[in-house]
């Protein structure tokens, strides 16, 4: 008898079949089987071992008890599954570190001193081999050496340049020099005493950049700027040398990008500095100012100095308009008082109770370029009177900010008073006053010096004339260079201690100039001076 089957039932039956087919085609790999019988190189042996199908290179390296180090190196990789008949090889790699010595050597720096007959040379300093430690990251595999890599290079000990000094002819008779007078001269500092002919080189590093010159008021000690070392963003750094004992080493301030201010403190027996900071900037002019204003106290021992303390007077500000530029400085006799210029303004500052007070508010004046007029400081002896230059204004239908009108003036700081000096002198006049001279009646007598522009209302461009004159701005005269000759870069000048003569930069040489008479005398003939202070 023969059973009847629903046809649902039969549709049902092969759907269950295409459906277990379907399954069977979408699944993954099936798992192996069996064993694969491979061989482990390692260590100079061989060892054979027997591993489940599927398992992995670093599997079957466990399997013949080998351990592997973090660097060891497994070929094929680990994750690898084996088959039967594979060869599996385990290098052994490691490193060291190894430290070499060798020596650097020092370079030859030449300085030319038109004191010394041509063709005489003198050495100065003897040179001396550097020292330095590289660190060297060794790998081997197996024992050989696969690389070396340098991982450290350390100066243990930097060279000393062999430096010296070759003299070359000079046509100038030796002037007679009272007190100290030092500049800077081709990346050294050097300083004169006695006469022109007896100078005599206090610091041969030849990267001094002539931004920070000022001898103490006692001139045992020079206060100058390096620039900035290879592998730093440093614009320079500040240091102090001896102008008497050659071989005391120089003292770091441990103050770095000084461009505008850096000077000692007026007040006797104390090794007190000032200084002003800015930040490093890719951008034009190099810098963003600080208008920071920190005192150092340098402590002297018999072999070296140091800074014993630094104080903080006034913190990092804006510093008024363009005070990315920055405020300059200037110290009262009294070592009580600076004062300070800036774009917008001139005031004072008490260091008891230190704040920016304003005795002359400016118009700052639009250079239209990367960079910002900021008006010279000059204080009278008196601690009372302070002389600078006054943006004054407009002489046409140019605006307060672009006025070319710049006056020398006396600012009066007990009363806030205003006394003019001298008319469109131009905005780098730069006044500078005399050794004070006191009188039978007690009154101290002393001289100003400035700087007159040949072309006043184009005083950004033009070169100057030195200008003397009473401390009541009575009696100017010009006094250099003559009239019909170049007239001198812009720059403040050096009074010598009496009073009578003056130093500058003429040409790139150091001239000393008579108040009295305009007469000058050359000193220097390399062209390389940049910068000159005098001192009793």
């Not at 079949?17 to 099936?30: D, E, N, Q, S």
């Not at 500000?317 to 363009?322: P, T």
């Not at 600076?338 to 917008?344: F, G, N, S, T």
Request: proline share 7%; aromatic share 8%; with cysteine.
């Amino acid at each position: 008898m023969r059973l009847y089957q629903p046809p649902i039932a039969r549709g049902t039956n092969l759907l269950g079949l295409m459906f277990a087919i379907l399954l069977a085609a979408c699944g993954g790999p099936t798992t192996a089987v069996g064993s694969a019988d491979v061989t482990v190189a390692a260590d100079g042996q061989t060892y054979a071992v027997s591993v489940p199908g599927g398992s992995s290179a670093q599997q079957a390296v466990e399997a013949a008890g080998i351990e592997m180090g973090e660097m060891d190196r497994l070929t094929p990789p680990g994750f690898t599954l084996v088959t039967d008949g594979d060869v599996l090889q385990v290098t052994r790699v490691e490193e060291r570190f190894e430290i070499e010595s060798s020596v650097v050597p020092f370079e030859r720096q030449t300085i030319r001193n038109e004191a010394l007959p041509e063709g005489e040379s003198r050495l100065l300093q003897a040179g001396e081999n550097g020292l330095q430690e590289t660190t060297f990251r060794i790998v081997t595999e197996e024992g050989l050496e696969a690389s070396r890599t340098p991982v450290k290079l350390e100066i243990v000990q930097a060279p000393r340049p062999e430096i010296v000094m070759i003299g070359v002819q000079s046509a100038y008779s030796p002037v007679p020099v009272d007190g100290s007078l030092t500049f800077v001269s081709g990346g050294n500092v050097w300083i004169v005493s006695g006469d022109s002919g007896s100078r005599r080189p206090v610091v041969v590093t030849g990267d001094v950049d002539g931004r920070i010159l000022q001898l103490s008021p006692d001139g045992r000690w020079v206060l100058y700027t390096r620039r900035g070392g290879e592998g730093t963003d440093d614009i320079n750094t500040l240091w102090a040398a001896s102008t008497l004992n050659a071989d005391y080493p120089p003292i770091s301030l441990r103050a770095a990008n000084v461009v505008h201010f850096a000077d000692w403190s007026p007040q006797s027996g104390t090794m007190v500095v000032a200084y002003s900071t800015v930040e490093p900037r890719p951008a034009a002019p190099g810098w963003q100012a600080n208008n920071d204003l920190i005192l150092a106290t340098i402590r002297v021992g018999n072999d070296s100095g140091r800074v014993a303390r630094s104080e903080t007077i006034l913190a990092a500000n804006a510093g008024g308009q363009y005070g990315w530029w920055g405020t300059t400085f200037a110290w009262a006799d009294d070592g009580d008082h600076l004062a300070y210029a800036r774009a917008d303004g001139v005031g004072i500052i008490d260091l008891e109770t230190p704040a920016f007070e304003t005795l002359l508010p400016l118009v700052p004046y639009q250079t239209l370029g990367d960079w910002a007029w900021v008006p010279g400081l000059a204080w009278g002896h008196d601690s009372r009177t302070l002389f600078t230059v006054r943006h004054g204004p407009p002489v046409g239908l140019e605006s307060e900010a672009a006025s070319p009108v710049f006056d020398v003036v006396a600012l009066q700081t007990s009363s806030g008073a205003i006394l003019p000096m001298q008319d469109r002198t131009g905005m780098f006049a730069y006044p500078s006053v005399s050794q004070a001279v006191e009188q039978p009646d007690g009154e101290l007598a002393y001289s100003i010096a400035f700087l007159q522009a040949i072309t006043p209302l184009e005083s950004r461009d033009s070169h100057y004339q030195v200008v003397v004159a009473d401390r009541d701005g009575s009696n100017r005269r010009a006094i250099f260079p003559a009239p019909g000759e170049p007239g001198v870069e812009p720059q403040t000048v050096a009074w010598s201690p009496d009073g009578s003569r003056l130093a500058l930069i003429y040409r790139g040489d150091v001239y000393i100039v008579e108040a009295a008479t305009g007469v000058g005398h050359r000193l220097t003939s390399d062209g390389q001076a940049t910068k000159v202070d005098w001192v009793p």
